[in-house]
């Protein structure tokens, strides 16, 4: 009678357990995600934004750094040729190239008078590359306003006409675009939709403009912003030891107390980021942990979140009933509502929503092997050169 007692016991707390856990799954997706999927419907698309007039456009500066980029920077450069803006210059940094990268470039200024190229010979120290380079191309500007992007960034024409429009009518000092991403195969949509998904609940890109909120946010592959405001933010010399630089460039911006901004540029904006997910899986070697501000604390925490909330209620399907059952079925629902929604946006099938469990397992091991590669190596390797951890986690913003 007593084991009969004990084992009822035990059974009850499980299933008590489990309603709980399944109950804050539940109230994540319903309270985050779905609030979250609401402020996402209401971002600004780009092409929502007549091409403002010549009269009403600032002069801009396009900056970016390349390094031995040869293989996506003719298409990048062809792109920025066709730009419909005045007055417009671009100023390219080569940041020590071993490939044609500086030839390229210098054929494309011979083309192109609005193009200005910098070279970086030798990185001093203190600095991590690309932070430097992007400084090294602001200290050559002249724009009243600068747009930092990445050396295989690809713009149509009437993209900056449309960006100064959106920032005028919507009060911006910095604005930051979502642009598509050109996914091929089935791995690459599985992991970059989940990407996508994932990015909108981590940052929640709407509450950006909200001055009350801390959210912020930075795109590597478009951020424009106003120079006095970039200079008051402390410029990438606040940055110089920032793996992400581009996402702490608007943390800067907007705690400072400017009004930052984000929306969706579609094709206006596209990047080829990486071919294939073993290039994804080393491509966000640097970043992963970094993301974590390099502490095993909240890696685990993370990874946790990831199960618990991504793969757990797929898994748990065919073994739960009752309430329980109800709770994992409404959260898994909910999950893969919002990835079909994100799908949608990133021009992939809806269906890709179903792979919902399994791009968050190639995500958590992406986190996974960040952690384990940095504190293997003492450090991050970023463009063939070697930045020691200790002086990353120093360098935090």
């Excluded at 996402?40 to 092409?47: S, T």
């Excluded at 494309?108 to 090294?136: C, F, I, N, S, Y």
């Excluded at 792979?355 to 996974?368: I, K, N, R």
């Amino acid at each position: 009678m007593l084991g009969y007692s004990v084992g009822s016991f035990e059974h009850q707390f499980m299933h008590l357990l489990g309603l709980l856990l399944f109950g804050i799954v539940a109230l994540f997706w319903i309270g985050h995600g779905l609030r979250v999927a609401w402020g996402a419907l209401q971002l600004p698309w780009l092409k929502d934004f007549p091409p403002a007039g010549d009269a009403d456009c600032p002069s801009i500066s396009l900056l970016f750094a390349a390094r031995n980029e040869e293989e996506k920077l003719p298409a990048a450069l062809e792109t920025l040729r066709r730009i419909d803006y005045f007055p417009l210059e671009i100023v390219a940094v080569n940041d020590r190239s071993r490939d044609s990268t500086a030839q390229i470039l210098a054929v494309a200024a011979k083309d192109d008078p609005r193009l200005k190229v910098a070279t970086v010979t030798e990185l001093p120290e203190g600095w991590l590359g690309k932070p430097h380079a992007l400084q090294v191309a602001f200290e050559a500007s002249k724009g009243d306003w600068l747009l930092f992007t990445d050396a295989d960034v690809r713009f149509r024409p009437d993209s900056l006409r449309r960006a100064v429009a959106l920032c005028k009518a919507r009060g911006f000092d910095h604005l930051t675009l979502m642009g598509d991403v050109d996914m091929r195969g089935f791995w690459e949509k599985t992991v970059l939709t989940f990407f996508g998904l994932g990015f909108h609940l981590a940052t929640n890109p709407k509450a950006v403009s909200d001055p009350r909120s801390r959210a912020y946010l930075g795109i590597g592959a478009f951020q424009l912003v106003k120079r006095d405001a970039y200079e008051a933010s402390g410029t990438h010399r606040r940055l110089k030891m920032e793996v992400l630089d581009d996402m702490k460039l608007g943390k800067i911006i907007k705690r400072t107390g400017f009004r930052s901004g984000a929306g969706i540029a579609g094709d206006s904006v596209a990047v080829r980021w990486q071919a294939g997910v073993r290039n994804l899986v080393h491509g966000v070697t640097k970043n992963f942990f970094a993301n974590a501000d390099f502490r095993v604390p909240v890696v685990a925490l993370q990874l946790a979140g990831l199960f618990l909330a991504n793969i757990l209620p797929f898994l748990a399907l065919p073994f739960v009933h009752g309430w329980t059952l109800v709770l994992a079925l409404l959260s898994a629902t909910v999950a893969v509502a919002l990835h079909a929604g994100a799908a949608a946006v990133m021009r992939a099938s809806a269906w890709y929503s179903l792979t919902h469990p399994l791009g968050a397992a190639v995500f958590s091991y992406m986190l996974l092997r960040s952690t384990v590669v940095t504190l293997r190596q003492g450090g991050v390797v970023w463009r063939d050169t070697f930045y020691p951890l200790d002086k990353l986690r120093r360098g935090l913003v």
